[in-house]
């Protein structure tokens, strides 16, 4: 029988807006003194507002929380920046205390919340391995057998001598999570840092959280704005929304059901009132977006996912249409094109259509590397161009593991990604 090991009741956290300590008591004298004579703040800073004039008010980051952790759970907690996802993982590793409410956690917490999260910057990387099992509760012979894995899992052993304040934000974020993983807690708590580790170490890290939840029976809470991650982590999640829960259940519908409000149609891909653009305007492009088997409709898709870009177009004519061709080119942060889906290079291209409706490109899979790129939209009509957008927003194709490998591509290997194979014959 399962029991609970975190337990959170009617949590709120309520932070107070306005003046804070400068750091001396002869500044802090300086700014009452200014005060009581009621003249500005000498500490504002030029371009901000007045600190005196925020002193009262205050903003909800946690607002009414409650819910239950079973031991071995892997929650997942996303929602919009500023929904108050940290501020509940803080709360839960202690760093900060609540406003009101109850929090009750039956076991050791292993918390890797901000980059260097629990390390002194003066000691080595060694010594900092030693301080955290402490910290943990842990006997130096525990961590001692626990060491060598640690530092391999990290890749840090040439530098596990040097001062950590020496360490490149890359190589404090390996340590941190290796130690925080490795060290036996019986709950990993996990913020968004592991962005700062390159794509390999970030699966590394997943792999690592599942194997700890799964097999090691221990309880992993993890917030990111990956939703593959969370999804492929986490059996269920939690939605925040403006410090309160709005959605709780398995991961899978929570994650849809953040996305039906953030993914569905972005801004971006809104054509109807784009004024850069050229043609006749025999017909307009109204809008775009992609279907994408996790992320349902809007401007996110995974490498080697199949997917279809659906484009919504009007006319003014009040005939048919004829001899239509559209082409959709995918470019790169320069403006360069690097992929090109065209209706007249299958020829599919229309031969008649009506006033409105959706152009609908299938694509098998998506052969590029993750990142950001650029929609180019065109539409010819008997030769002659009906509608141009250079920037029609932006397509975002996130990680998968497109190889089956447990290793992500990166930028740095090129554009595209062709599935392969290897071998080798001996000669002798």
């Known amino acids: 029988m399962s029991k609970n090991v975190i337990s959170v009741e009617h949590l709120t956290k309520r932070y107070e807006l306005g003046v804070i300590g400068t750091g001396t008591l002869t500044r802090d004298l300086e700014r009452w003194w200014a005060r009581v004579r009621?003249?500005?703040?000498?500490?504002?800073?030029?371009?901000?507002?007045?600190?005196?004039e925020k002193i009262g008010e205050s903003i909800l980051a946690l607002d009414d929380v409650s819910f239950t952790v079973e031991q071995g759970e892997a929650l997942g907690i996303i929602g919009k920046n500023g929904a108050g996802k940290s501020t509940l993982?803080?709360?839960?590793?202690?760093?900060?205390?609540?406003?009101?409410?109850?929090?009750?956690?039956?076991?050791?917490?292993?918390?890797?919340?901000?980059?260097?999260?629990?390390?002194?910057?003066?000691?080595?990387?060694?010594?900092?391995?030693?301080?955290?099992?402490?910290?943990?509760?842990?006997?130096?012979?525990?961590?001692?057998?626990?060491?060598?894995?640690?530092?391999?899992?990290?890749?840090?052993?040439?530098?596990?001598?040097?001062?950590?304040?020496?360490?490149?934000?890359?190589?404090?974020?390996?340590?941190?999570?290796?130690?925080?993983?490795?060290?036996?807690?019986?709950?990993?708590?996990?913020?968004?840092?592991?962005?700062?580790?390159?794509?390999?170490?970030?699966k590394k890290c997943l792999g690592k959280m599942g194997d700890v939840s799964s097999k090691e029976g221990r309880t992993v809470l993890f917030v990111s704005h990956n939703m593959q991650a969370v999804q492929n982590l986490c059996q269920n999640a939690i939605l925040l929304e403006k410090g309160s829960i709005k959605a709780r259940g398995k991961s899978i519908d929570v994650i849809s059901e953040y996305q039906a409000e953030t993914s569905l149609i972005s801004n971006g891909n809104i054509l109807s009132n784009i004024e850069d653009r050229s043609g006749d305007g025999t017909i307009r492009f109204?809008?775009?977006?992609?279907?994408?088997?996790?992320?349902?409709?809007?401007?996110?898709?995974?490498?080697?996912?199949?997917?279809?870009?659906?484009?919504?177009?009007?006319?003014?004519?009040?005939?048919?249409?004829?001899?239509?061709?559209?082409?959709?080119?995918?470019?790169?942060?320069?403006?360069?094109?690097?992929?090109?889906?065209?209706?007249?290079?299958?020829?599919?291209?229309?031969?008649?259509?009506?006033?409105?409706?959706?152009?609908?490109?299938?694509?098998?899979?998506?052969?590029?590397?993750?990142?950001?790129?650029?929609?180019?939209?065109?539409?010819?009509?008997?030769?002659?161009?009906?509608?141009?957008?250079?920037?029609?927003?932006?397509?975002?194709?996130?990680?998968?593991?497109?190889f089956g490998s447990g290793r992500l591509p990166q930028k740095r290997h090129g554009y595209y990604l062709l599935m392969q194979y290897w071998n080798i014959e001996n000669s002798q």
């Not at 839960?92 to 050791?108: D, M, N």
């Not at 942060?333 to 209706?343: K, N, T, V």
Request: hydrophobic letters at 35%.
């Open 38 to 52: 009621k003249q500005p703040d000498p500490y504002t800073r030029i371009g901000q507002k007045d600190a005196f």
């Open 89 to 202: 993982l803080k709360i839960l590793s202690r760093v900060t205390a609540p406003t009101s409410g109850v929090v009750k956690v039956k076991g050791r917490i292993g918390s890797l919340l901000e980059v260097g999260t629990g390390f002194h910057p003066e000691l080595t990387g060694r010594e900092n391995i030693y301080l955290n099992g402490a910290i943990l509760g842990m006997k130096k012979a525990e961590v001692a057998r626990k060491f060598d894995e640690i530092v391999d899992f990290s890749g840090v052993e040439k530098f596990i001598d040097t001062p950590v304040k020496r360490y490149s934000s890359g190589m404090y974020v390996r340590l941190a999570f290796a130690v925080a993983a490795h060290l036996d807690p019986e709950i990993l708590v996990v913020d968004e840092v592991l962005a700062v580790g390159d794509a390999e170490f970030q």
């Open 286 to 402: 109204e809008r775009w977006t992609v279907t994408d088997p996790v992320q349902g409709e809007g401007n996110q898709v995974g490498c080697r996912h199949k997917c279809s870009f659906r484009i919504y177009y009007k006319s003014q004519s009040k005939e048919k249409i004829k001899n239509v061709s559209v082409t959709i080119t995918i470019k790169d942060d320069y403006g360069q094109p690097i992929l090109s889906l065209a209706s007249y290079l299958t020829n599919s291209d229309f031969p008649i259509i009506g006033n409105n409706g959706i152009f609908i490109c299938e694509v098998p899979e998506i052969p590029l590397i993750p990142g950001k790129y650029i929609i180019h939209l065109y539409c010819s009509v008997n030769g002659a161009c009906a509608d141009v957008i250079n920037d029609a927003g932006s397509l975002y194709v996130y990680e998968d593991d497109f």
